[in-house]
């Protein structure tokens, strides 16, 4: 059973429009969550962050809110552009960091940015 | 440092033939991840090593599925027999300290045919 779901494949944007990816999870003893990046043949690569004592981080275009009472979130990205184009991970862990915080990830959600 | 080396970065083998798969982590980094990417459940963790022993392998999804790490700067994930089930991208990790600050390396996608 998928323990955290992004239940939209893939979302398609203008440029410099907003995009906004979401993810479930089931697991209440999930506290610590990230987004992954990753373009084709390559690695993922860490994006965002955010603990569940917040129900927002912001960096720079990209924002991640948490509403822990409907165990979602989302991924803000604005403006959008081209280079955005990549699949997104969610992931979320009991606990930060450590030897046993296992990671667990969604099934990604493939954002094409049109010029 | 290069980062995460896997190699092949493509495989393409025959069912019933043994695959090996191939990591070098970042000089340094004292743990080290092996993941699997399918289309259906995502990124799947399969094993971590900690100081090179195996910490959790409750991941690996089958007595085919072995993995190794004889020193700090190689580790092997090995299929044997594969089956075409086994087709997917598999990623291995390492960190200095376990698995939010796991850096990735490219990927080797492997195809069972």
């Known amino acids: 059973d998928q323990q955290v779901k992004q239940n939209s494949p893939s979302l398609s944007v203008q440029e410099g429009r907003i995009s906004i990816l979401n993810c479930d999870y089931t697991?209440?003893?999930?506290?610590?969550f990230l987004w992954y990046k990753k373009y084709p043949a390559e690695g993922p690569t860490f994006l965002i962050s955010?603990?569940?004592?917040?129900d927002k981080n912001e960096d720079g275009r990209f924002t991640v809110f948490l509403n822990k009472s409907a165990k979602h979130l989302s991924l803000h990205i604005v403006p959008s552009q081209p280079g955005d184009s990549a699949v997104y991970f969610c992931?979320?862990?009991?606990?930060?960091?450590?030897?046993?915080?296992?990671?667990?990830f969604g099934t990604g959600t493939l954002l094409a940015v049109q010029p | 440092d290069a980062g995460v080396i896997q190699s092949p970065r493509h495989e393409v083998t025959e069912m019933g033939q043994e695959v090996t798969l191939r990591c070098k982590p970042i000089?340094?980094?004292?743990?080290l991840f092996w993941y699997r990417q399918t289309m259906m459940r995502g990124l799947e963790l399969l094993i971590y090593?900690?100081?090179?022993?195996?910490?959790?392998d409750s991941g690996m999804p089958e007595d085919r599925f072995s993995a190794k790490m004889p020193n700090a700067s190689f580790s092997t994930l090995k299929i044997q027999p594969s089956e075409p089930r086994d087709s997917a991208v598999y990623f291995c990790?390492?960190?200095?300290?376990?698995?939010?600050?796991?850096?990735f390396g490219q990927g080797t996608r492997l195809t069972v045919v």
């Open positions: 000089s340094g980094h004292d743990y």
């Open positions: 697991n209440s003893m999930f506290d610590y």
């Open positions: 992931a979320a862990s009991a606990g930060y960091g450590g030897a046993t915080n296992k990671l667990i």
């Open positions: 955010i603990s569940s004592i917040k």
């Open positions: 990790a390492s960190s200095l300290q376990g698995f939010v600050e796991a850096f």
């Open positions: 090593f900690n100081n090179n022993v195996p910490i959790d």
